[in-house]
């Protein structure tokens, strides 16, 4: 049917919390029909097992080599996204037949721009094979050869996904609050410029996870009780990754938690829901143009204290902040859509990322497709 595809797309992110799975029905351009969505997630152990990953991978000098635990993580990484899939199938009345691509994320475990080098962990040809779906995977690699920063890759969907908003300000921009946060501004002229744009839940998951033994603040409630400790706050927001000339995109370990004595407990959540916010803000001075709305996805905006200093900073710029959901989008579901998006780009050989989004020299598509093995 004139070249719409039904797409799975499978994010598991930098916070590692989990698997998200979303349902696309696309064109991969500008028709987007949002389907079902499902989390999976993670429990404590498989968690600290995708930390122990962060460690052996910074022995990986070329992409391919999995030293240490990878090889079995990254097998039972893969297990879990093919048991994800399998779940969303049934829950939704879907058989694999109905599937005409999946679009595989993994799981970051190191991304070293400035050495050309973007590791996920994820095989497409098991997931392929598990679930008897053709898989699109390894989406970052082609952007780093020509070039680029190898992230962030939402920015095409996020501008197909402004072509329809219903919220009338622009320019719009679209930040995703998730373990590190990036932003897709979108011109008057629709031209889209993204960027990675700093720490967002990874410090304030890894200090209450440290200091109160829990995942992550719950609506921003530990912050809620504390007050920003000014010196911290500024030993994060004077790094050279807002000032310098290039934006460069982060790996889960540029910005490191505060050390245990640098602040009480909910001082620190305070302060780096704080951190999270001013980010964005500052890292936005780098757009050729102050958005009029920012539309905000992912995890973060869940955290009220964290939204409420995003809210107060956007607005002494005249700028407004307004939800994903009041745009009627899912903002945990957008970017596990992203990469069913991008998956149907793929298969259609159609760019994934722009010199305004990666810093890649021109456009370039990417992903590496594999099918299911026939079974004898
Ligand atoms: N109810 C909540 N209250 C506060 N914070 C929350 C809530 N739910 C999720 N979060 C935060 O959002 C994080 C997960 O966000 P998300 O799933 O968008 O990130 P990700 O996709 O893993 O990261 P990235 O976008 O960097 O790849 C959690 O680790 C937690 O910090
Ligand atoms: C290397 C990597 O996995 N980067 C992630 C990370 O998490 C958020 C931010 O940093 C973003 O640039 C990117 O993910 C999103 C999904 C992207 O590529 O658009």
New binding site residues.
């Given amino acids: 049917m004139d070249g719409m595809k039904t797409a799975i797309g499978l994010?598991?992110?930098?916070?590692?919390?989990?698997i998200?799975v979303a349902l696309l029905k696309t064109d991969g351009e500008q028709r987007v029909e949002r389907g079902a969505f499902l989390?999976v997630r993670y429990e404590p152990a498989f968690r600290q097992m995708l930390k122990l990953a962060l460690e052996d991978a910074k022995e990986v000098g070329e992409r391919s080599q999995r030293p240490g635990q990878l090889r079995e993580i990254e097998a039972e990484l893969t297990r879990r996204h093919a048991d994800a899939v399998s779940q969303f199938l049934h829950q939704n009345g879907l058989k694999p037949s109905d599937i005409d691509v999946i679009g595989f994320?993994g799981q970051?475990v190191l991304h070293r721009p400035d050495r050309a080098l973007t590791v996920q962990l994820g095989s497409g040809q098991l997931l392929a094979d598990l679930t008897g779906a053709p898989v699109v995977y390894d989406m970052r690699a082609n952007d780093m050869v020509h070039g680029g920063q190898g992230a962030p890759l939402?920015p095409a969907y996020h501008a197909a996904l402004a072509e329809n908003l219903p919220l009338q300000e622009r320019p719009v921009c679209f930040v995703?609050?998730?373990?590190?946060?990036?932003l897709t501004f979108v011109g008057l002229d629709g031209s889209i410029i993204a960027f990675d744009s700093g720490p967002?839940?990874?410090l304030?998951?890894q200090w209450v996870e440290a200091h109160a033994g829990v995942?992550?603040?719950?609506?921003?409630?530990i912050a809620s009780e504390g007050r920003v400790v000014s010196a911290l706050a500024e030993g994060y927001l004077s790094s050279s990754f807002f000032t310098a000339s290039q934006r460069r995109s982060l790996d889960?370990n540029d910005f490191l938690p505060p050390k245990g004595d640098d602040a009480e407990l909910a001082d620190g959540a305070r302060t780096l829901a704080y951190v999270a916010a001013a980010s964005i803000i500052r890292s936005a001075e780098h757009l050729p143009q102050q958005p009029a709305l920012y539309v905000i996805?992912?995890?973060?905006?869940?955290?009220?204290v964290?939204m409420r200093d995003l809210s107060a900073l956007a607005a002494a710029q005249g700028s407004r902040v307004a939800c994903a959901e009041e745009a009627g989008l899912d903002?945990?579901a957008m970017?596990a859509e992203a990469w069913a998006y991008l998956a149907a780009r793929s298969l259609k050989h159609l760019p994934l990322t722009f010199p305004g989004t990666t810093g890649v020299r021109q456009p370039v598509t990417g992903g590496v497709l594999r099918y299911p093995h026939k079974k004898e």
């Avoid at 995703?176 to 990036?182: H, L």
């Avoid at 996805?297 to 009220?304: D, K």
């Fill in positions: 994010m598991s992110g930098t916070s590692m919390d989990g998200d989390g994320h970051t939402v995703n609050i998730g373990g590190i946060s990036n967002g839940n990874t304030i998951d995942p992550f603040d719950q609506g921003g409630m889960r996805c992912g995890g973060g905006r869940l955290n009220s964290l903002g945990d970017e």
